[in-house]
């Protein structure tokens, strides 16, 4: 039986969902399920046994390059007879991933939403041309593929096998240094399951209160379109679009966002789409599931003040 | 200091796209530098102003991509090379990667720019596995950059920050928007970009062997489910429906 390497990937003291994520695609494919947990305690561990993992492989790395995490998944990968791995499409994922494939002396496909097939011959589908089309790419291993944080059911599993990893960081030419994290606890935009975002309907930066008390009702990350950013309303960090962030979250609410084709290149995955919008005509409400026609400094707070009587 | 960056030829954002069984319909699409390889090259263009150095756009695709090359020409570079590939498949990023790689390995670079994404493929892997070959650092979605002498500092954007990175040169090094503004070609240089000579190589003659995947067909994007719009006489009635919609149908709150 061949076996399939995914790469789980913590954010704080905390896994990420889309670590589970890698692992259910990778059980749809049949072979053994390995997981790499570079830096994780028993607990992730565990959790990645539940989540659709034969097989945990621990491994430290001291200090985070992109290099290192390629060199030891690589060697883990060798080790285990691993052709094909899979890897989180967040920014570290795009770090390591193309550098690991080279390694392995495979190919590559990013960024996919579904994977099919077996581990010898995976069909892959993947949005193109800023979402406004799907090329589905049949990769033969070895291969590294990343797929798309939220795009994957979860499944669940009982593995039970943790092992000591053992690989070297190897020969590193560059390390990420002075780590200077904004936003606090905050929650991140790639990764959120519900994400609250304002336009240039938002008028002005005074206004972000009334869409991140939502956020913090619901658990939402704020984002925010190119002309709010533009705006200087904003930093670039919370721009959803073609020229800023991909997002898939199970919930989009677009504030005062027209839905411009380059906005919708970042959302447009998205599983339910709400458009809060004072124009029936804007194209947003084309792709939403559903819509608001109506003013949003009157919808949100009345839907802040809902979601707090219902949550609690 | 020679300085290339990779230039991606990609359809505007505003093009529609057909798609057919095998790519898309290539017919009246208007093609232009992938956004972020506008970044790449602004940067390359303000580091020659600072510290001196060769600047040269390197592209990978059929003959159509000289447009791209004369743009970058047009915007200052100093020298202009097309891998050419007229069966290019946008998709196989490592196979994209192994030829530029293989040129770049003779071509003497010290720094090597890339936009962090383009927008066709979606990919924003090339770069990566371009160092991988060269046996050199990559540092992704740079927000500021200094040369200095034989090494580079980079501050780069991390999930919920930044950090930064730094490396000797060869490097490669991939290009977020909060980078620089690029600016725009001047008139002169775009009538002097037409003269200029673009150097062409054919891929074949690098002997790439590298793995192929292959695209077996082309969609447009799933059908959305149709939408409803949230009906109400009062904003109150409206958010209560809504969350109501969220949470017992849709089941995602
Ligand atoms: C190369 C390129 C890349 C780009 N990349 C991106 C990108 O990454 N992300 C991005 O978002 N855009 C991007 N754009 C810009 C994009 O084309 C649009 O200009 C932008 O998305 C518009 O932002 P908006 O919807 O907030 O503003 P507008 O288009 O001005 O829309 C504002 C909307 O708010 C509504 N509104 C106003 N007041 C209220 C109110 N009180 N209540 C409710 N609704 C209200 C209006 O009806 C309108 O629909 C890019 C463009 C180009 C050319």
Known sequence: MMAILTIAELKGDE???????????????????????????????????????????????????????????????????????????????????????VKLGGALVADVVSVKGSESAVEVKKPVYSGKAYANIKVQSPAVITVRPN???????????????????????????????????????????????????????????????????????????????????????????????????????ACGISGAIQHLAGMGSSKVIVAINKDPEAPIFKVATYGVVDDLFTVVPALTAEFKKVLG | MNIFVLVKQVPDTETRIKTKETGIDETGIKWIVSPFDEHALEEA????????????????????CVEALRT????????????????????????????????????????????HIAIDSQSSMTP??????????NINNAIELSIEGGSV?????????SGVMS??????????????????????????????QIESVDVASLGVSAPK???????????????????GDSPETKARELVKALREEAKVI
């Open chain 1, 15 to 101: 896994l990420k969902k889309v670590s589970k994520e890698l692992l259910a695609a990778a059980r749809g494919l049949g072979g053994e399920v390995i997981a790499l947990l570079i830096n994780g305690n028993d607990t992730h561990a565990k959790e990645l046994l539940a989540a659709g993992a034969d097989v945990v492989v621990k491994n430290t790395l001291a200090e985070y390059s992109p290099q290192g995490v390629a060199n030891i998944a690589a060697e883990i990968a060798q080790k285990k007879g691993a052709k094909l791995a899979l890897a989180p499409h967040s920014v570290q994922g795009r770090d390591y991933a193309g550098r690991l494939a």
């Open chain 1, 151 to 253: 795009s994957q059911e979860l499944v669940t599993h009982s593995g039970s096998k943790v092992e000591d990893g053992g690989a070297s960081a190897g020969e590193v030419k560059s390390v990420l240094k002075d780590l200077e994290l904004t936003g606090g606890t905050k929650v991140q935009l790639t990764d959120a399951s519900v994400v609250v975002s304002g336009g240039r309907g938002i008028k002005g930066p005074e206004n972000w209160p009334i869409l991140q008390e939502l956020c913090d009702v619901v658990g939402a990350a704020l984002g925010a379109s190119r002309a709010a950013v533009d705006a200087g309303w904003i930093p670039h960090a919370h721009q959803v679009g073609q020229t800023g962030k991909t997002v898939s979250p199970n919930c989009y609410v």
């Open chain 2, 45 to 64: 263009l303000r580091q020659k102003e600072k510290n001196g150095a060769t600047v040269t756009a390197l592209s990978l695709g059929p003959e159509r």
């Open chain 2, 72 to 115: 970058a020409y047009a915007l200052g570079v100093d020298k202009a090379v097309l891998l050419k590939d007229d069966s290019y498949n946008v998709f196989d990023v490592a196979y994209a990667a192994a030829a530029i790689a293989k040129y770049l390995q003779s071509a003497g670079a010290d720094v090597i720019l890339a936009g």
């Open chain 2, 128 to 137: 990566a596995m371009i160092a991988e070959h060269l046996g050199c650092a």
């Open chain 2, 153 to 161: 500092k980079v501050k780069r954007e991390v999930e919920g920050g």
């Open chain 2, 167 to 196: 490396s000797a040169t060869p490097v490669v090094i991939t290009a977020s928007k909060g980078l620089n503004d690029p600016r725009y070609p001047s008139l002169k240089g775009i009538m002097a970009s037409k003269k200029k």
């Open chain 2, 213 to 231: 995947v292959a695209l077996a067909s082309m969609e447009p994007p799933p059908p959305r489910p149709p939408g409803r719009i949230i009906e």
